[in-house]
Every structure is written in structure tokens, then in C-alpha cells.
């Protein structure tokens, strides 16, 4: 008991000894407590979120693929359904670099000429029996677009050169082995 006794006589002498030396309701900035920004619990959890959210959409752009991509398979998600032969073998398969080749690889389920992002391209739908079915797109005109592949849209996809080297083609496809079997008809080999 004597030591709570002792504390008790401490503060008390303490508060005496503060309340001669400072006006009452003054109390001295030195006795403030100043608390940092980043001390806050608050401001730590605003810039946490800030981080996770520029991280999710900093990996979420990182995988997107160019813009004529986005719009093949946005193309080919509204034409997956359509079928028939809305043009000539030849000419489809000249934009396809397979100006030797006298049928068109695999099963052929749509060859017509539409637009896509203010191009015109070639689009075939083909199966191909160890594979499955693949929409490949093929520019009028050369355009600049890497060598690149990935999944987007609950599709995958992969830009290739055409075999004469001259141009991309777009592959897009539920399955990706599916795009690995078209690789080896349209496009040109690694190396």
C-alpha cells in the first residue's frame, strides 16, 4: 500500500509544481503531443490502398494486348457462331502468306473480308482436328504489330508472322493448343 501511497504524493506534487509555473487553461505547446502524418493509422492504410490498387492496375495493363488485338477478338467474340465461305479460297490465302498452298488448312467453318479498328482484314475460322477451332486474321495493308501472345478475355491469343514474312497474323482461340497446331500451318518457323 505504501508504494501506491508514494505515487499518489508524486502526482500530486508534480501537478503543483506545473500548476505554478503555467496560467491555468494555458497549456504549453512543448506538452502537445505531435504526431506525425505517416503515423497516422489512417494515412498508412490510404497509402496502402493506393499501392494494391496501382499494382493490380499496373499488372492488369501489363498483360492487355494492342488495341488491333483487343479488336480481333472482340470481333471474333460476335462472329463465333457465324459460318460459311464469303469469299474465294485464293485470295484469302494469298493475304495469309500461303500463296503456294491450294486448300485452306484445317476444316474451314468462315473466310470473308471484314473491318476491324479501320483495317480491313481477312477472317477464317478453322478447326483443326488435334487442336480445335481458330480464327485468324490477316491486314489488307502492312501494319507495325510485334510477335507477341497472351490471354485476354477468356481467350488466348498470338500475333505471328505470316510464312512469306511480310505481315502479322492474329490467332485467337479457346484453347491454347489449338493456337500452337495453327502456328505450324500459318506462320513462319522460329529461327
Not at 512543448?30 to 490502398?49: C, D, K, Q, S
Request: proline content about 7%; overall charge neutral; glycine content about 8%.
Amino acid at each position: 500500500m505504501t508504494h501506491l501511497h508514494q505515487e499518489d504524493e508524486f502526482d500530486l506534487r508534480a501537478r503543483a509544481e506545473l500548476s505554478l509555473a503555467y496560467e491555468p487553461g494555458e497549456t504549453p505547446a512543448i506538452l502537445l503531443r505531435r504526431t506525425p502524418l505517416l503515423a497516422r493509422w489512417g494515412v498508412r492504410l490510404g497509402i496502402a490502398a493506393l499501392v494494391l490498387m496501382g499494382t493490380a492496375l499496373g499488372g492488369a495493363l501489363a498483360v492487355r494486348p494492342p488495341e488491333l488485338v483487343r479488336g480481333a477478338i472482340e470481333h471474333e467474340y460476335y462472329e463465333r457462331t457465324l459460318r460459311g465461305n464469303f469469299m474465294e479460297a485464293k485470295p484469302l490465302l494469298a493475304h495469309l502468306g500461303l500463296e503456294h498452298v491450294h486448300a485452306v488448312p484445317g476444316y474451314p467453318q468462315l473466310m470473308r473480308p471484314c473491318e476491324i479498328e479501320g483495317h480491313l482484314v481477312y477472317h477464317l475460322t478453322t478447326f483443326f482436328e488435334k487442336g480445335g477451332m481458330v480464327t485468324v486474321f490477316a491486314f489488307d495493308k502492312p501494319i507495325a504489330l510485334k510477335e507477341s501472345s497472351g490471354w485476354w478475355a477468356d481467350v488466348y491469343w498470338q500475333v505471328v508472322t505470316s510464312k512469306t514474312g511480310d505481315k502479322p497474323l492474329i490467332m485467337v482461340s479457346q484453347k491454347k493448343k489449338a493456337l500452337t497446331v495453327a502456328q505450324t500451318a500459318f506462320a513462319k518457323p522460329p529461327g
